[in-house]
């Protein structure tokens, strides 16, 4: 599974290095022709406005829009998640629209322009570092979302089917936790079971098909055993 990296702007490079940590095979995203050869896609933290601005001189809007086509899993991270967003307001703003939230930029202002607190999430027990530069706020989030973690009684980290957003930097910290979670999403629905990773391997419990690397090319007849983890997409 190769994961792509958006980079054109922003802390792409943070993020490049938490999936070297993880063992992740990962490529930087900068054109179309690097963009089709990934199997899952993160947008980074940095200025969306930008983002957005190349996006669309390099051809990258409509190469992401095939992606998710294609039902890539995608993660965004602050910028990242404005850009994923159904709705951007403050000001409103174009977007890739794959999640089902309405999200509104820089509102937290200085009472959160640049901070880093912790509260507890869905995925692990230990209460998430959580650091928050001129983040957005999630306003409204569809029926089918997910709320994996609130800070300060709103959603920061949700998933949306196949699409994970936090409004917080996973990467700018020491803590992998948010980045395994992704993989482990991403790889559960490329093949319905999960088949690589060196750390994460032992958490899963995949079919001995799985492991010989056939799982992509005929889970989407076979599927997965009864006990493999199906994410809902
Ligand atoms: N405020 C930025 C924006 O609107 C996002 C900030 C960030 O990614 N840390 O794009």
Do not use: I, N
């Given at each position: 599974m190769k994961i792509g990296i958006l980079a054109?702007?922003?802390?792409?490079e943070a993020h490049a290095r938490m999936l070297q940590r993880l063992g992740a095979d990962y490529i930087l995203v900068r054109t179309p022709q690097d963009a089709a050869q990934v199997d899952a896609m993160i947008l980074p933290g940095g200025e969306s406005t930008t983002m957005l601005k190349f996006l669309k001189e390099e051809g990258l809007e409509a190469a992401l829009r095939a992606l998710d086509a294609r039902g890539v899993p995608f993660f965004g991270t602050c910028a990242g998640a404005i850009l994923l967003a159904r709705e951007v307001r403050a000001p409103a703003q174009e977007s890739?629209?794959?999640?089902?939230l309405v999200i509104t930029r820089n509102?937290?202002?200085?009472?959160?322009s640049s901070e880093v607190r912790s509260a507890p999430s869905q995925l692990k027990s230990e209460p998430l570092e959580m650091v928050f530069i001129r983040a957005p706020w999630i306003e409204e989030i569809g029926p089918g979302v997910e709320v994996l973690a609130r800070e300060g009684g709103r959603p920061v980290l949700v998933r949306d089917g196949r699409i994970l957003v936090s409004t917080?930097?996973?990467?700018?910290?020491?803590?992998t936790t948010v980045h395994e979670y992704f993989l482990k999403l991403a790889a559960g629905h490329l093949s319905g079971v999960y088949s690589g990773f060196g750390r994460l391997e032992s958490e899963v419990d995949a079919p001995?098909?799985?492991?010989?690397?056939t799982a992509r090319s005929t889970s989407s007849e076979?599927?997965?055993?009864?006990s493999a983890p199906r994410p809902r997409f």
């Open positions: 054109v702007q922003g802390d792409y890739l629209g794959l999640a089902d509102a937290y202002g200085r009472q959160l917080f930097h996973p990467e700018l910290t020491e803590d001995a098909a799985a492991m010989d690397g076979s599927g997965a055993s009864p």
